[in-house]
């Protein structure tokens, strides 16, 4: 059987945050950069662990030209972005933590699609990032088609990090079964095992557009949840920006609307929507007079 065709890329070529660490140098950009080979991981971890950011900051991390158009929120969105003619090690981050994967039948079609996945692009050396709420959810088969995993273990808001651990995932070709040990790594010299990273925030553009995204995925998805249990009403009381804005300050309800990220606070437009009936430009209208009204540093 033929090897696979190493390349080495020279050391002003490699991205500063990846030079500096082992497990992303050594696992990571050495598969898809020198071994021409893709690479599939998957970061799990509870609502609130900051799983969906250290995706991010990972995928800029690796490919600096990353965008949040590379960012997928239903499995559709996904594929296609499997599909289109990328540059080698460019990234795609499917973020449905909290949302799509909460639900059976999404793990019911990541088992189905995953290996279509990787026949599809196993030679375009790409890399793709899922987050999940957990691991287990998939089934062996497609936990086998990942090649590693970050559990995140610990968030630190004030000082705007978090950290994970990192493992392999390995499968037994004779029993099948899934291992998940730390990497060892030769680094500076010495051999030793590595067991994690720390995230720092991503781009403070790629958040702000990040959020603006998922906002308008999740009030399309309470859209739809709302329309598949209440019928129109014709009586419902519709407000424009400005009696919106009237409305949350005559009942002091400004907190309401008030979210907290690793990034900030920010408010959340899919809140306004639904409360008062208001439409996406008419949400974004309100967001700035509040931010007037009431002297608000938010996002």
């Known amino acids: 059987m033929a090897k696979a065709q190493i390349t080495h890329p020279t050391a002003d070529r490699i991205p500063e945050p990846v030079r500096n660490s082992p497990i992303l140098r050594k696992v990571i950009y050495r598969r898809v950069h020198e071994w021409n ?35 997928a929120f239903t499995l559709e969105e996904f594929f296609g972005l499997v599909e289109e003619d990328q540059p080698e090690g460019s990234v795609i981050v499917l973020d449905e933590a909290g949302v799509g994967a909460s639900h059976r039948d999404w793990y019911d079609d ?28 998939l089934d062996p088969v497609a936990r086998s088609r990942l090649h590693g995993y970050f559990e995140m273990i610990r968030i630190n808001h004030d000082e705007e990090w978090s950290r994970a ?4 995932i390995k499968t037994n070709p004779r029993t099948g079964e899934n291992h998940y040990p730390y990497p060892r790594l030769r680094w500076d010299g010495t051999k030793r095992k590595y067991k994690g990273l720390t995230f720092g925030l991503p781009s403070v553009d790629l958040i702000g557009a990040y959020e603006e995204r ?11 949840a709302k329309e598949a249990v209440a019928p129109d009403d014709d009586d419902e009381e519709e407000y424009s920006p400005r009696e919106a804005v ?15 990220s690793p990034g900030g606070q920010y408010i959340n437009r899919s809140l306004l929507k639904v409360d008062y009936g208001l439409t996406e430009n008419e949400s974004k209208t309100v967001k700035s007079l509040l931010k007037r009204r009431f002297d608000l540093d938010v996002m």
């Open 110 to 137: 990541a088992h189905q699609h995953l290996n279509y996945v990787l026949q599809t692009w196993r030679h375009q050396n790409r890399i793709a990032i899922l987050t999940l709420p957990e691991l287990d959810k």
């Open 37 to 71: 080979q893709n690479f599939m991981g998957v970061v799990v971890g509870e609502t609130g662990k900051g799983k969906s950011y250290a995706a991010l900051r990972l995928a800029e991390a690796l490919y600096p030209d990353f965008d949040v158009d590379n960012v």
């Open 246 to 260: 009237d409305e949350i300050e005559s009942r002091d309800a400004v907190d309401a609307y008030l979210e907290d």
């Open 165 to 168: 651990q990192f493992k392999r």
């Open 214 to 224: 998922k906002e308008e995925f999740t009030d399309s998805l309470n859209k739809t």
